[in-house]
């Protein structure tokens, strides 16, 4: 117990907005007063301004406490506000009478965390929204003033964690065009800001230091009855980068396994819905409030969060087939109900109105293969997901022949192929087992992801379904010659780019075959298939530029390189572009896919030196022309690199099965 | 009277062009990866018994277990660092290629 002292709470509030005032002004001129004196050469040290100014914040705050505390007291003597006096008509406002406070106690601010986690407790245990409402309308204001306050957010948040956690089901509107009013917004705003910064604090310094969420504590929130309210916190909540990537990979456990389990994820119904306008509009609601894909999205925003997920050896692959599925889609409803008897007599039919929610799945699936390449933990848990997000498709596929995934999701199919080019060809001649592991085996080499042969055929099977992305994809493989060669070249181990894509490449071409598509279709294949070449020529072939090449880096540059995503929206811009498509013939095509790339790579892995003046090559890009052509046809026998100029040609047209 | 018919005809092109669409699950992965996994393992575990492959390309190798080889995401990873490395005249790719093609017949020269 500390010191009891009596104060005048009226002052005690000018006092402490005055300190504030004070603060304010220091931390806004602190460093221009510091310039100034430097400048004038003053002695005086204001290495210590910067802290003192840090510690009027924390003394603002307590007074700030200690304020609210002494309010309080005199409202538990009897006081008001506002108060009727004799003789005067109407209500008049009193001071609040002398209170006795504990000083010491009540100047932490982890006490006010105590007491605003109290208000929301009870706030929330009366389950009337307007009333509590009413009781939270300070408590945005607390909590943004104490996001960096570790008293305050350890006070709050292990005095109300698990409870302010479900907030939302008790804000939400019963009626209404909106879910929720502004103020609810803004309290489920300031609520998922301040779980995010707690979430990321730590205490304690040195071998002492933990987190200031314990594990318990964070259980207690990611693990509550009821996922949609968390959702809420993280849709109103920051940015997913804000947030600790532990916590958030923990709710998305919790809200796909809850979705699994069939438990309740979606906002409350207001009733039953009476017209056929009323059911679509509750689709639509589901939809803007779809917790499951909030939660998805923020830890797609942080990355890390969504390797965590996916990249655990031991649980990835479960969460991995729950996402890769196509039931990403609001349940929709019984159209039978709002038809009269005489079109529809009775029985269910089929559901209609389904909203598509797949956009944040898509985007989890894209952040969970998207670590740095390396040899880090991150680069770990990346290469896992990959082999997760693989068994799961090759899964689906044999499970569902006849079903195709959302778009969104095998748009996410496409991006994780296109990531690991290099890592998909070295696996798919064996079928011995998948895993993530280190090239060849070396703690030095980067992660790579290894999956047997039949897993990346149902993968493909279901990320490819049309002809122009079966053109897009071998344009995207044959842009790849060039880098492959290089790589080829750099790699200081004994491994064979050009081929292994050869063996990729077959692959995708035995997927495209069991689809037999018509003629026609084949055009538009090609079509795509040139594009891409053309907008990857147009932007220069490959990207692999060796400042070591014998370096450590080396080998995540060239994977880097064999990977960078070239399915972008520069395909299809520009009437040059077309136009060169349009007036290119066969001959012309086959320079573009072949000869241009293998010289690209032999100039980029510094084993062909043309003479400075060679008009076919500027500024390290080979130009395709008659110069070219010339150059080409008078080094057909040249060895460059072990082999003839002749040989890297053939291999690659054998590698990109385009032999004539 | 022709609205029917019409309704007949679209009816029939649906079921038709579902049919078109239609595609058979992926085929049972082939012989041909099968001898060739099996090749592998056999032209690793020979040149390994011979002693022809250098200590320090099997340094720390996981896939071997005693002197073992064990067919695994490891022995994929391994091949593919040394498919151009020459062990007694030949790639290791080449060897690869030979088992496969004479696979079951394959022996050990050695």
């Known amino acids: 117990m500390g010191e009891f002292v009596g104060v005048d709470p009226e002052n005690l509030k000018e006092l402490t907005k005055r300190l504030e005032h004070l603060h304010d002004l220091l931390a806004r001129q602190g460093p221009a007063i510091h310039q100034k004196m430097q400048k004038w050469g003053s002695e005086l040290s204001f290495a210590s301004l910067s802290r003192l100014i840090a510690a009027a914040l924390d003394d603002v705050r307590d007074m700030d406490a200690r304020t609210t505390r002494a309010y309080e007291l005199a409202r538990e003597q009897g006081w008001s506000v506002m108060t009727r006096a004799p003789g005067v008509l109407g209500p008049v406002f009193t001071r609040p009478p002398v209170v006795r406070l504990d000083w010491e106690a009540t100047g932490w601010s982890g006490d006010q965390g105590r007491r605003d986690a109290e208000a929301l407790t009870a706030a929330l245990a009366a389950k009337d929204p307007e009333a509590a409402r009413a009781a939270l309308s300070t408590l945005p204001e607390h909590l943004e003033r104490h996001l960096a306050d570790k008293d305050y957010q350890a006070a709050f948040w292990a005095g109300a964690g698990p409870l302010a956690v479900q907030a939302a089901r008790t804000l939400y509107n019963r009626t209404g065009p909106a879910l929720f009013s502004a103020e609810s917004v803004g309290i489920l705003r300031a609520l998922g800001a301040s779980l995010a910064a707690a979430s990321r604090m730590r205490v304690g310094t040195g071998k002492e230091s933990r987190p200031l969420l314990s594990t318990a504590a964070r259980d207690a929130m990611t693990r509550g009855s009821d996922p949609w309210s968390a959702g809420m916190l993280a849709k109103y909540g920051p940015d997913g980068r804000s947030w600790d990537p532990r916590l958030l990979a923990d709710l998305t456990r919790t809200m796909l396994d809850a979705r699994a389990a069939g438990k309740t994820i979606w906002p409350p119904a207001r009733g039953e819905a009476e017209t056929d306008t009323g059911a679509t509009r509750h689709q639509r609601l589901m939809a803007e409030f779809d917790a499951v894909g909030a939660v998805l999205r923020r830890a797609a925003e942080n990355g890390v969060a969504a390797r965590h997920v996916l990249g655990d050896p031991a649980t990835g692959l479960r969460y991995a087939r729950m996402l890769v599925s196509d039931s990403w889609h609001t349940p929709g409803y019984d159209p039978g109900r709002f038809l009269s008897s005489y079109v529809h007599p009775g029985g269910a039919l089929p559901p209609v109105g389904r909203v598509d929610l797949s956009t944040p799945v898509g985007a989890f699936l894209k952040a969970a293969v998207s670590a740095e390449r390396g040899t880090s933990a991150d680069a770990e848990e990346s290469a896992w997901s990959v082999v997760h997000i693989v068994q799961a498709t090759a899964d689906f596929a044999r499970l569902h022949p006849q079903t195709v995934l959302p778009n969104q999701v095998r748009q996410a199919l496409i991006y994780v192929a296109g990531r690991h080019l290099p890592d998909f060809a070295q696996s798919v001649n064996h079928d011995f087992a998948s895993g993530a592991l280190q090239q060849g085996n070396k703690p030095s080499n980067p992660w790579v992801a290894i999956n047997k042969l039949d897993e990346l055929e149902g993968f493909f099977m279901q990320a490819l379904q049309k002809p122009e992305e079966f053109g897009v994809f071998k344009g995207l493989m044959a842009s790849r010659v060039s880098t492959a060669v290089a790589a080829t070249i750099q790699d200081p181990s004994d491994r064979n780019y050009l081929r292994e894509m050869g063996g990729l490449f077959g692959l995708i071409q035995r997927v495209e075959n069991t689809h037999h598509f018509e003629k026609e279709l084949r055009a538009d294949e090609e079509a795509a298939r040139d594009q891409v070449l053309l907008a990857t020529a147009s932007g220069g072939f490959g990207a692999l530029s060796f400042s070591n090449p014998f370096g450590p880096g080396t080998m995540a540059e060239i994977m880097t390189a064999l990977a960078t995503p070239a399915l972008n929206d520069t395909l299809d811009t520009g009437h040059a572009l077309k136009a060169l498509k349009a007036d290119m013939d066969a001959s012309r095509r086959q320079v573009f896919q072949v000869e241009v790339p293998v010289v690209q790579g032999l100039l980029d892995a510094g084993a062909v030196h043309p003479p400075p003046d060679a008009p076919w090559v500027r500024g390290g890009r080979v130009i395709p022309d008659a110069a070219l052509v010339d150059w080409i046809s008078l080094h057909a026998d040249t060895r460059y690199a072990g082999k003839t100029l002749t040989d890297w040609i053939t291999d690659a047209q054998t590698a990109m099965r385009m032999q004539q | ?110």
Not at chain 2, 17 to 41: F, G, I
Not at chain 2, 56 to 76: D, N, R
Request: proline share 8%; hydrophobic share 40%.
């Open chain 2, 1 to 110: 009277m022709t609205t029917t018919r019409l309704a007949v005809l679209a009816m029939c092109a649906l079921v038709l062009l579902s049919a078109c669409t239609e595609r058979k699950p992926p085929p049972p992965v082939n012989d041909e990866v099968k001898k060739r996994d099996a090749a592998l393992v056999a032209v690793v575990q020979c040149l390994v018994d011979h002693d022809r492959i250098p200590a320090a390309h099997l340094e720390h190798q996981p896939w071997l277990k005693g002197e073992k080889v064990q067919p695994s995401a490891e022995l994929v990873t391994w091949r593919s660092d040394h498919e151009e490395t020459v062990y007694e005249g030949k790639t290791l790719q080449a060897w690869e290629d030979e088992a496969t093609a004479a696979w079951p017949g394959w022996r050990c020269p050695f």
